[in-house]
């Protein structure tokens, strides 16, 4: 449930970007209060602000009400009535969000959004609008949505493509019809003007000519092979970027299980598409995002034979005990046993142990099984997998 000190804060950060984007119009535009007919037109302030509308749209997406008009009659004009003293009824409000698409629009590219870091995820995901049962029924998006087949079958709708950096932050999205492939050089005409760098993918990517186009723009693309496919080598930075797909997974996790964005509710299609940017708004609010942690490899070969008084065997040593929890590996045994295999690793495959941060990832595991008991290496692996 969000709290009001919440509402607050995403009140004055919205206000306060709607009153400079006004004062900079106000300066540049200056529109004639007459028109061309000479008829005199009003600019007189509503009841509710811009500010009040986008705030309590962008509020419905954390996550207790299902239905926008239960939330607005229970919460906005019940629970949180002291936040909004001039709330209009539900019939008007829900004619008044129209006049904010513009103001949501800038303000998830110029706030919400964020920057591209040379380290991207992209994937995509379906929106349907209404169940394939009753898909040829549906009025409000007769001539818009689409049939498409994704790895959760088929669905009548949209497809919602995503970029997130390492940070987890939404750099921009493309909606597209559900029969539309991720591959399309038209979504991929929009992303590559925010791009550069490295971008991640999944193996439904996988298309020769969209590399070779990505990479004269100097945009690496990367992504997994498929079983039929020959091995290819990749570095095993790359390697490991792939396995932290799951930030942008979970991005698509929040915004359809915690913002609401897929519902069969739609009566209009300007309200579906004030959904879509009201909950990509939203999750710019969102306390826990998913984030990549940074990963750093070294070649242990380059290591003298001496760090800081260490040897190669005992600085693996180390960085083992620190990963797992030594108290249930007390024993002189046990410690023998890790003993001789940090030996193993360092004589053996000096250049095959990169290291993540404080992880030792070594290459040969059943090798190093050999000098290690099962419960130690067991429990040792589901360290280092673990999230």
């Known amino acids: 449930m969000i709290t009001k000190d919440k509402v ?93 698409f513009l103001l949501m629009m800038l303000f998830m590219k110029l706030y919400a959004f964020g920057k591209c870091t040379g380290i991207t995820f992209v994937d995509s995901t379906m929106i349907p609008v209404c169940h394939n049962v009753r898909r040829y029924m549906n009025k409000v998006f007769a001539g818009l949505a689409r049939d498409g087949k994704g790895t959760m079958g088929w669905c009548h709708g949209f497809k919602l493509h995503l970029l997130c950096n390492d940070s987890g932050e939404i750099i921009t999205f493309c909606l597209t019809g559900a029969n539309v492939d991720d591959r399309d050089r038209r979504v991929w005409s929009v992303f590559t003007k925010l791009l550069y760098g490295k971008v991640f993918a999944d193996r439904g990517y996988i298309k020769k000519e969209l590399f070779e186009t990505l990479f004269d723009q100097g945009i690496h693309l990367v992504h997994g092979l498929k079983a039929n496919m020959k091995n290819r080598l990749m570095p095993l930075w790359d390697k490991i970027m792939l396995r932290k797909r799951y930030v942008i997974e979970c991005i698509n996790e929040l915004l359809k299980n915690k913002a609401n964005i897929v519902h069969s509710r739609h009566r209009s299609v300007h309200n579906f598409i004030m959904n879509i940017c009201s909950a990509l708004t939203a999750y710019c609010f969102f306390e826990n995002k998913p984030e990549a942690l940074p990963v750093q490899v070294e070649n242990i070969r380059n290591w003298p034979s001496s760090r800081h008084g260490l040897s190669r065997t005992r600085v693996i040593m180390l960085i083992i005990v620190n990963r797992i929890q030594f108290s ?37 595991f059943g090798a190093f099984a050999e000098f290690i008991s099962r419960k130690a290496f067991a429990i040792l692996v589901s360290n280092w997998f673990s999230p």
């Open 328 to 364: 249930h590996y007390s024993s002189f045994c046990q410690w023998k046993e890790v003993r001789r295999g940090a030996h193993f690793l360092s004589r053996r495959n000096p250049d095959n142990i990169p290291l993540q941060g404080d992880i030792v990832i070594p290459a040969d």
């Open 8 to 100: 607050i804060e995403i009140f004055c950060i919205i206000d306060e970007f709607d009153k400079n984007l006004s004062r900079e119009l106000s300066k540049n535009l200056r529109l004639p209060s007459v028109g061309k007919d000479g008829i005199r037109h009003r600019n007189r302030p509503g009841r509710m602000s811009e500010s009040e509308i986008m705030t309590v749209l962008v509020c419905y997406h954390f996550g207790r009400y299902r239905t926008f008009k239960d939330y607005y009659l229970n919460c906005i004009k019940g629970s949180m009535k002291d936040c909004f003293p001039d709330a209009v009824s539900y019939n008007r409000f829900v004619e008044l969000t129209p006049r904010v």
